[in-house]
């Protein structure tokens, strides 16, 4: 006899799917993490002064000596047509590339503003690529809220870098797809050369020149959820993914690292053996943080498409009950295994209107609610503990030894709620 002890997945006729006023940030954001992973990459946001003033909030108080993002503004005579704009921005990525020989990818960011315009930031970003002989190499990506909802930003530029990788030929190895911090690559890393895979690439690397190579021996598996165009991309350069749950929590990192060993036919005897101790110290590092959410009620509001993962991992780890989770897209076939980790019933919602949501949350008066920066202090006001979603994109989240920080991240506002009623 066999004990099952996976719980029954999520089933679908649950999903709520709603469509009007949205809450959530632009792609432009991506920014903000993409500029400190890739170190000699710069960002040029082709928009507005609104477009400024965002990636400059979002980014906070960060001073930089030499900063790696800016916006070049369209102004009144570029939209009056006054002006011919691809001299305009010729001039523009002319004058950067030679004050700054660091920069080794410039990629020209798309807005709101300069897609309604209709500024083909692709084919400039071709000529200009060409024009300096691919040093530093040029692309283009957009980022507006019009096409792009917060992490797609990231989604539409790892894209744009996949047809710039090199050939792999036949070589075989194993690609993790998604930016993850410098310490959780290095984590992973030893891990999967523990295990026995021997080629290990990230995807994007620290550097312009490290980028990984890709062919039809290629497997790679996605370390972020929300990365189904770049996913498609890879694809069609031949590469094939490995699906597995996404490495938030003990549990998470075990499976996804299981599945990729799998994939590149690995002893599951010598999986385990490397995978036990620091599975172990998770989940026992995880024991506190679970004392202080067990049983609590969270709600999620959809902001990165990272609601999913989170979700299964508060609930199977911490104990906490769902209440809902909102979720802006839901690409089934990247969240399957996800999916079939949720607790039975779990109420998911696709898309967003605001209101309703609003509405409904009330109606639920959860402990906890994961939400974005516009709706965090209204709900504080109204009595209700909240989380800013976006400190998750911002901070290391993945692996094994960051489980308990994670866990973390979602006791701390409970805890100080706690501490200012005394
Ligand atoms: S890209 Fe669009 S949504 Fe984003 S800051 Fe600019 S105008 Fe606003």
Same mark, same amino acid.
């Given at each position: ?259 990729? +060993? #799998?994939?590149? *036919?690995?002893?599951? /005897? @010598?999986?385990?053996?490397?995978? %036990? &101790?620091? !599975? ?122 960051? +489980? #308990?920080?994670? *866990?973390?991240?979602? /006791? @701390?506002?409970?805890?100080?709620? %706690? &501490?200012? !009623?005394?």
């Amino acid at each position: 006899m066999s004990v099952c002890t996976t719980p029954p997945a999520a089933t679908a006729p649950d999903i709520i799917r709603q469509r009007g006023q949205r809450e959530v940030f632009c792609g432009l954001t991506g920014i903000v993490w993409l500029h400190r992973r890739i170190q000699d990459a710069f960002f040029l946001v082709v928009g507005s002064r609104t477009c400024a003033h965002l990636v400059q909030s979002a980014a906070g108080v960060m001073i930089f000596a030499e900063p790696r993002f800016a916006t070049a503004i369209i102004e009144e005579r570029d939209l009056a047509g006054r002006a011919d704009l691809d001299d305009e921005l010729d001039r523009v990525v002319t004058r950067l590339i030679e004050r700054r020989p660091d920069i080794k990818l410039l990629f020209l960011v798309g807005s709101c503003p300069s897609e309604v315009i209709k500024l083909d930031l692709t084919r400039a970003a071709a000529r200009l690529d060409e024009r300096f002989g691919r040093l530093p190499r040029i692309l283009a990506y957009s980022g507006s809220g019009i096409e792009t909802t917060f992490t797609e930003g990231e989604d539409a530029c790892l894209e744009a870098l996949v047809p710039t990788l090199a050939d792999a030929g036949t070589a075989n190895g194993l690609m993790v797809v998604g930016a993850v911090a410098d310490i959780v690559e290095d984590q992973f890393r030893r891990l999967f050369t523990a295990i026995g895979i021997e080629r290990i690439d990230f995807l994007p690397a620290r550097h312009a020149g490290a980028m990984p190579a890709v062919g039809p021996n290629t497997r790679f598996i996605l370390a972020q959820p929300f990365l189904a165009a770049t996913a498609r991309a890879l694809h069609e350069r031949g590469a094939r993914r490995i699906a597995a749950p996404y490495p938030l929590g003990a549990e998470g990192t075990r499976l996804w690292i299981e599945a990729a +060993a #799998a994939a590149f *036919g690995i002893d599951p /005897a @010598r999986t385990e053996s490397v995978l %036990a &101790l620091p !599975a172990r110290r998770a989940t026992e590092s995880l024991a506190a943080v679970r004392a202080k959410l067990a049983g609590r009620k969270i709600f999620f509001f959809p902001d990165s498409q990272l609601e999913i993962p989170l979700a299964r991992f508060l609930a199977r780890e911490c104990g906490v009950e769902l209440v809902e989770v909102g979720t802006p897209f839901l690409h089934r076939d990247l969240m399957d295994a996800e999916l079939a980790l949720l607790p039975f019933a779990t109420q998911l919602s696709e898309g967003q209107d605001v209101e309703r949501q609003l509405d409904r949350c009330r109606a639920e008066q959860p402990d906890l609610v994961i939400c974005g920066l516009g709706l965090a202090n209204p709900l504080e006001a109204e009595g209700i503990a909240t989380k800013w979603s976006i400190e998750l994109v911002f901070s290391p989240i993945h692996g094994f030894e960051q +489980a #308990a920080d994670l *866990g973390n991240l979602f /006791a @701390r506002p409970l805890a100080r709620r %706690a &501490l200012l !009623a005394v």
